[in-house]
């Protein structure tokens, strides 16, 4: 099977950042969470609290969001058109698409593709997150507790942040602004595995 990262990956930008633009414009009262927003997000660059943390305080937009799972479809109506084109052409019923952002959200534009989805579980009325963001090492954890032993053909992201699962993977590529390029770290990652 083929895994890919969501964001900047197979979607052109940022899904929870441009899903927050698009609920500000709808619901204008989401702003209220902002200056909370702000401190938070200082704390974080500071080292002051866990990206957890920033990401917790940064959903509290989704309580001034009537129905935001609702909401989430009608934003992938006009949003699905920021798929790759090069994603479009490869794209399988196999794979699988493993993502930080909300599960909510990430999943609405998922069931429209037609492909399995891994992500942050979040609560959609409070934003909450209901069990760890899923980055990094977690990736993994989250995807061997789905899929077992299953073998990882091809990985496609656009972070380093996700050599663990690029490490799993018997070809692994980066993409930078819609360019699918070879993960050059790719080998020195497997021989620390072995």
């Not at 989401?30 to 704390?43: I, N, Q, S």
């Amino acid at each position: 099977m083929n895994v890919y990262d969501f964001d900047k990956t197979i979607y052109r930008g940022d899904s929870t950042v441009d899903f927050w633009r698009h609920c500000l414009r709808r619901y204008p009262g989401a702003a209220r969470a902002l200056p909370g927003t702000l401190a938070k997000a200082l704390a974080f660059r500071q080292g002051n609290c866990s990206r957890e943390q920033f990401k917790e305080r940064f959903y509290q937009f989704l309580r001034f969001v009537p129905e935001a799972a609702q909401e989430a479809e009608r934003f992938w109506d006009r949003h699905l058109i920021g798929i790759e084109p090069w994603y479009r052409a490869q794209q399988s019923n196999t794979d699988v698409i493993i993502s930080a952002s909300p599960d909510f959200l990430i999943g609405a534009a998922c069931r429209r593709l037609g492909v399995r989805f891994l992500a942050s579980p979040v609560d959609a009325r409070s934003g909450q997150l209901l069990g760890p963001n899923c980055r990094g090492e977690e990736k993994v954890r989250r995807f061997r507790s789905a899929y077992g032993a299953a073998e990882v053909e091809r990985f496609y992201s656009d972070s380093c942040s996700d050599a663990p699962l690029a490490a799993l993977a018997q070809e692994a590529f980066l993409v930078r602004r819609g360019q699918v390029l070879p993960w050059l770290w790719q080998g020195k990652e497997k021989e620390r595995k072995a």
